[in-house]
């Protein structure tokens, strides 16, 4: 897929994903850039920052909040323009021309808190890819996780994650539900390229890995 399809696709996916989360999202005043900030300070907590802590860096949760952060970024974007073309040719214009990548994973996410709190949203992408870069993660490799993790936010959508009294499983036999969901994810390969079988074979498996925890702890 060539990179101006792969984003296009992953930002109809966002708009998507943002309706039926909000019917008319676009109408209403949604707070991306707290969404943003705190997304931003997860990602800072997944890498080894403390230094009265002696840890590792946990590059597959990094991954991870990095493309959180890309589904909340994107927002803002088309939030702010109004425009979608103009939100993936920038967003294009972002990946065909990468500057120096010499900023820690920590440096490229505080340039995302600071350009989000300015309001320069394509400023904050910027940096975003700066650090999807410093990740290792080239256009294909962030639209996959993106795909991977867009499908399991409609999980959630699906299975009741917001209803006040649902018994959606998040914690599932000690991983976090996007934890358990990328191995799955993994686990598939390059079996499954339909987006829409893609997405029913993930369901039924994720519905039977909860299933299971649920029998466990009963």
């Known amino acids: 897929m060539q ?31 707290s969404a943003i900030l705190v ?23 990094l ?3 990095a493309v959180d952060l890309l589904h ?3 927002s803002k974007a088309l939030k702010q323009y109004r425009d979608s073309d103009f939100v993936v040719k920038t967003m294009l214009e972002l990946v065909e021309h990468k500057g120096p990548n010499s900023l820690s994973y920590v440096d490229w996410l505080k340039q995302v808190a600071l350009y989000t709190l300015e309001n320069k949203v394509i400023k904050a992408l910027q940096a ?6 410093r990740l290792e993660m080239n256009l294909t490799d962030v639209h996959q996780a993106y ?11 699906e299975r009741g994650y917001k209803d006040a009294d649902g018994d959606y499983l998040k914690m599932i036999e000690g991983e976090e539900d996007n934890v358990v969901f990328a191995r799955l994810v993994a686990s598939l390969g390059e079996e499954v390229l339909d ?24």
């Not at 990179?3 to 707070?31: C, F, G, Y």
């Not at 890498?47 to 949760?61: R, S």
Request: aromatic fraction near 10%; avoid cysteine.
């Open 72 to 74: 909340f970024l994107i």
């Open 128 to 133: 975003l890819f700066g650090l999807f870069d």
């Open 3 to 33: 990179a101006k399809s792969q984003i296009e696709q992953v930002v109809a996916m966002q708009i998507l994903l943002n309706e039926r989360t909000v019917p008319n999202w676009m109408a209403h005043d949604l707070d991306w850039d």
């Open 63 to 65: 991954r991870v909040e």
């Open 195 to 218: 987006i829409e079988l893609l997405r029913a074979t993930l369901f039924k498996a994720m519905d039977q890995a909860v299933e299971k925890a649920r029998a466990t702890n009963a």
């Open 147 to 157: 795909m991977t993790k867009n499908l399991l936010n409609h999980y959630r959508q």
């Open 39 to 61: 997304e931003t300070a997860e990602a800072i907590d997944s890498t080894d920052w403390k230094w009265w802590k002696h840890g590792e860096t946990n590059m597959a949760n």
